[in-house]
């Protein structure tokens, strides 16, 4: 057997002890499904968080959109469950109303504001999606809402340009991203609300916070406090995972899927 038939006949789906996951939007059509799918069915976990804004409530508000890339996502995630795997869900802004379920349990599912992680290592983390700290949010609901519709505009500009990028052989590449990190570095927004988690993740007398809302993936340290944030699977495609040993680390799924397919064993 070729070294090539080898990789392909072993591989099997990579282990971590807990995978978090936030800001999917499924029911918008910026959401990268497909992507998500396949980081879903190329992994396995004890613990499964879901840290906001999984489904877009606001963008289904305007209009459904439900593809079946967006079905096979929820029928992935409650295979995990069905097979053993804990699952949190601590909703968002975008699909707040399911908070009204908060404390609800249906079988390994569960719905919570926010929840205490405690790693292998016997890291204490708080999770919640983070929309509390957003400064714009909390002062308007009207801002919130128009930067969001600006925000789909940018990101359904992304879709046209990734399909160009793919007819051309270049591998996907995110716009929206570019253009928000230079715009919310120049008003300090980013740096505002780490620092604001930070100082929850102290009140609470963690170690770590984990949150999404941002879309911006990192693992930083901010005042003794470990922080973590998921990203998104709009534009970075990013998951947070406890490896085997309680260590955190940042999985960019675009760029390990174009890795993987070099060898043959992409899902």
Known sequence: MSEHMKQIHTF????????????????????????????????????????????DVWQMKKRIYWPQAHNDVIRAILGKAKHGTKIIYIPGNHDELMRDFEGIVLGNLEIHDEYIHITKNGKRFLIMHGNQFDGVIKSSSVLAIIGSSLYEILLKLNLIINF???????????????????????????SNYEMA??????????????????????????????YCNCGDWVESCTALVECHDGSMELIHWTERKESLKKIGIAA
Request: aromatic share 12%; proline share 2%.
């Open 12 to 55: 099997s789906p990579q282990y971590y002890r807990a995978i978090f996951i936030s800001d999917v939007h499924l029911g918008f059509p910026g959401c990268s499904a497909q992507y998500l799918l396949s980081f879903l069915r190329s992994t396995k976990c004890d613990y499964l968080y879901l840290v906001g804004d999984i489904i």
């Open 164 to 190: 160009i990028r793919r007819k051309m052989g270049f591998s996907y590449w995110s716009l929206a991203n570019v253009l928000k990190q230079k715009v919310k570095r120049a008003v300090s927004y980013i």
């Open 197 to 226: 988690l930070s100082h929850a993740a102290i009140k609470n007398e963690v170690d770590g916070i984990i949150s999404g809302h941002i879309h911006r993936a990192e693992i930083t340290r901010i005042r003794g406090i470990i």
